[in-house]
């Protein structure tokens, strides 16, 4: 017999330290794929890090450690796909809607 998702979800979200210690493993997870996808798109724009940097004006290890890990600003975010040639956009999505936050 199929379960809802709101069911198996209910222990953990009924469990405080449970549901903190799956937050934190989200935010890790979120930052790792940010920095593999920011890395993945300098690659497919066949551009290198030392190319990227001089553009944004950083050191080629700085920008490796904005690919690599952490939680960049927003701002960090949008020179490094505007020095890639691109805008970045921000929406928020909920289930029933979205809401452009940052053009």
């Known amino acids: 017999m199929a379960r809802r ?4 979800a209910e222990p953990i979200n009924r469990d ?17 794929e940010l920095a593999y996808t920011l890395g ?6 066949e551009t290198t890090q030392a190319t990227l940097a001089s553009r944004l ?4 290890p700085t920008l490796s450690g904005i690919e ?3 939680d960049p600003m927003l701002s960090t975010l949008r020179n490094v796909v505007e020095g890639l ?7 928020a999505v909920f289930e029933d809607s979205r809401y452009r936050l940052a053009p």
Request: hydrophobic share 25%; no cysteine.
């Open 5 to 8: 998702f709101r069911e198996l």
């Open 16 to 32: 405080s330290e449970r549901r903190a210690r799956v937050e934190r493993y989200k935010a890790e997870m979120d930052s790792e």
């Open 40 to 45: 993945e798109l300098r690659r497919t724009l």
């Open 57 to 60: 004006s950083v050191t080629q």
């Open 68 to 70: 690599n890990g952490g």
């Open 85 to 91: 040639g691109g805008h970045l956009e921000v929406t």
